[in-house]
């Protein structure tokens, strides 16, 4: 069984100010990870992706996360944010070899001040 | 737009009704999940059909269940609905997870609510 913590249930940050959202999971078996976001009254879109390969990640709209493995840990971060990535942010993981259903975390609600 | 369609956008019902959720996948996706998001409980996982074919089950009561018909829409019945059914249901669509990137696209979900 898989699950996941997202540390900060929300993060206040001035417009152009670099944010870091943070997740943590936990797992028996080896894991994928994602980022989503949900802005409101809207579904989920996908932010960025770890299947393997390079711990470093690039999403879109200048979102970036890096797997690590030893601190079991998908923190996402962005050097400069804009009013427009206000929205909450959710860490999900899926076990390898699974049916790929999602396990998400309690989300990050990112607030942008001018 | 993902390209995974969901209706009604909202739905109001009373205690003790039966609703029926809809949802069609994006055009070449075979498998379907459902999520509810729910202030208390958060996103959580209820069911997955692959093809027609029940793959995996979460947190869902016995008083939900869902389907995927021939032609690769789903739908998710809700029963003897209760207070706190209220939430928003997501349907999500993605190509078989076995030999996919395990890439969910979601549809903007339903609001229920019951009074």
């Known amino acids: 069984a898989q699950s996941v913590t997202q540390l900060d249930s929300q993060v206040p940050v001035f417009e152009e100010a670099p944010v870091e959202l943070r997740c943590n999971y936990s797992?028996?078996?080896?894991?994928?990870l994602f980022w989503y976001v949900q802005y409101p009254n809207q579904g989920l879109q996908l932010l960025l992706k770890?299947?393997?390969?390079?711990?470093l990640v690039k999403g879109i709209n200048g979102f970036e996360a890096e797997f690590n493995k030893s601190q079991t840990s998908f923190h996402l971060r962005k050097p400069s944010v804009h009013i427009s990535d206000t929205a909450e942010y959710f860490c999900a993981v899926s076990g390898r070899g699974s049916q790929g259903n999602l396990i998400f975390g309690k989300g990050t609600k990112l607030s942008v001040k001018p | 737009d993902s390209g995974v369609t969901q209706t009604p956008k909202h739905l109001i019902t009373a205690t003790g009704q039966r609703v029926t959720l809809r949802c069609s996948p994006r055009?070449?996706?075979?498998?379907v999940y459902w999520y509810q998001q729910s202030l208390d409980q958060g996103l959580q996982f209820l069911i997955q059909?692959?093809?027609?074919?029940?793959?995996a089950k979460g947190n869902i009561l016995e008083r939900f269940s869902a389907q995927q018909f021939p032609d690769l829409h789903s739908e998710l019945n809700l029963s003897s609905l209760e207070l706190g059914d209220s939430a928003l249901y997501f349907c999500?669509?993605?190509?078989?997870?076995?030999?996919?990137?395990?890439?969910?696209?979601f549809g903007p979900g339903t609001r229920l609510t019951v009074t």
């Open positions: 055009s070449g996706d075979l498998s």
């Open positions: 770890y299947l393997s390969g390079s711990t």
């Open positions: 999500a669509s993605s190509v078989d997870p076995q030999v996919g990137s395990y890439e969910q696209y």
């Open positions: 059909y692959y093809n027609g074919e029940e793959r």
């Open positions: 797992s028996s078996v080896s894991v994928y």
